[in-house]
T-cell receptor, first 112, second 113 residues
Framework: GENVEQHPSTLSVQEGDSAVIKCTYS??????FPWYKQELGKGPQLIID?????GEKKDQRIAVTLNKTAKHFSLHITETQPEDSAVYFC???????????FGDGTTLTVKP | DSGVTQTPKHLITATGQRVTLRCSPR?????VYWYQQSLDQGLQFLIQ???????AKGNILERFSAQQFPDLHSELNLSSLELGDSALYFC????????????FGPGTRLLVL
């Protein structure tokens, strides 16, 4: 089955700096890669996603890049703000699969 | 607000007991997923239903079972509870259940004493 590795497990940055979280996946059949943000005591919330026919996608301060050949994808957050502090999860899903395989999460702390 | 609702929000029970967690998917979504998140752990997929039928199974214990009803709400039953079952249980839903965005509910926090 699919295996997703996520790094780093914790990340601390100064407000205004950029943050990058990386994930690798094992199953070449995976073609949909969402990123979720989970704040304390809440459910994961989708923040951005990318499909395998696209190399990069951007939404304001958040961007995701995908390298299908190397089987890795990354989340980039620019101009970080304290409210970006949360746990971020990547996931990989196959075209005909329902089940998502999630990374173990990255705890991002943005220091004011 | 994702549109997915879960009840109850919190549940405290004793070892050996049985509990039922309930989930209502977003309007129009036919597929429901259950995940377990233990302390400082990632999201472990338990089981998926689509339009009342089981579609995929993950690391779900035999003591756990689920079903999806004709009105598309789902219930996760946890029996013979152990201390290690204490966790956050999330329900998510999606339209067709294949290769698409899942929307998560707020979760049920279960504490087994």
């Amino acid at each position: 089955g699919e295996n997703v590795e996520q790094h780093p497990s914790t990340l601390s940055v100064q407000e205004g700096d950029s943050a990058v979280i990386k994930c690798t996946y094992s199953d070449s059949a995976s073609n949909y890669f969402p990123w979720y943000k989970q704040e304390l005591g809440k459910g994961p919330q989708l923040i951005i996603d990318i499909r395998s026919n696209v190399g990069e996608k951007k939404d304001q301060r958040i961007a995701v890049t995908l390298n299908k050949t190397a089987k890795h994808f990354s989340l980039h957050i620019t101009e970080t703000q304290p409210e970006d502090s949360a746990v971020y999860f990547c996931a990989a899903i196959g075209r005909n699969a329902g089940k998502s395989t999630f990374g173990d999460g990255t705890t991002l702390t943005v220091k004011p | 607000d994702s549109g997915v609702t879960q009840t109850p929000k919190h549940l405290i029970t004793a070892t050996g007991q049985r509990v039922t967690l309930r989930c209502s998917p977003r309007s129009g979504d036919l597929s429901v997923y259950w995940y377990q998140q233990s302390l400082d752990q990632g999201l472990q997929f338990l089981i998926q239903y689509y339009n009342g039928e089981e579609r995929a199974k993950g690391n779900i214990l035999e003591r756990f079972s689920a079903q999806q009803f004709p009105d598309l709400h789902s219930e996760l039953n946890l029996s013979s509870l152990e201390l290690g079952d204490s966790a956050l249980y999330f329900c998510a839903s999606s339209v067709s259940g294949r290769g698409e965005t899942q929307y998560f509910g707020p979760g049920t926090r279960l504490l087994v004493l």
